[in-house]
């Protein structure tokens, strides 16, 4: 009778949390995000494995990580006296630079990651998503249940020419309008670079 006790009550320790952390898997998945390759082990020893995840070509215009990091550092400069994160993305949603300056806390980079994504999906500026969604009940429900859109100011599609390319999130400063301001400003200093 005890032995049964004390399975029963490992088999429910065991259980919970696995459970709990499923759960918490599922709710920290951001687009473009593959999961945990392998379920986060190592590989086993003998013949390497294929990784889980497939190749994809790469778009004829791309943003290049020298240009986006000089981006990033444009907008810290346009939004001077406010500590910003700035957030990065390519055409697939998947984070192309985080920049956090010093000084600046760390979240400013999710934050900054769900306006830039949203202005991608939406193919415009959050602040106009946000606009929208104050008009169309079903822009309203799809923010409101994806927790990756985020309709503050602050994120922009980066163009080249008229082709979307990705897209940028700015978060930290007050109100957050300050936030597309420093952005559109360091697009337009950039410009050159971007065709």
Known sequence: MRTKLLLGALAALTLIPLHAQEAADKSAVFPGDLGRPFNGLPLPDGPARRPPWTKKP????????????????????????????????????????YYIPDGTAGFH??????KAYT?????????????????????????TA?????SFPGGLPILAGNDIIGAIGVSGAEPSA??????????????????
């Open 58 to 97: 790469q778009p004829a215009r791309a943003l290049a990580i020298d240009v986006a990091y000089q981006l990033a550092r444009q907008v810290v400069e346009e939004c001077k006296g406010y500590h910003v994160g700035v957030s990065i993305i390519d055409l697939d949603a998947t984070p192309k630079l």
């Open 109 to 114: 980079a999710y934050t900054a990651f769900r």
């Open 119 to 143: 202005a991608l999906k939406y193919k415009q500026p959050t602040s106009a998503v946000g606009a929208l969604s104050k008009t169309d009940p079903t822009v309203a429900a799809t923010i």
């Open 146 to 150: 994806d927790t990756n859109l985020l």
């Open 178 to 195: 300050i936030d597309e301001k420093c952005a559109k400003a360091a697009l337009a200093a950039v410009s050159a670079l971007l065709k």
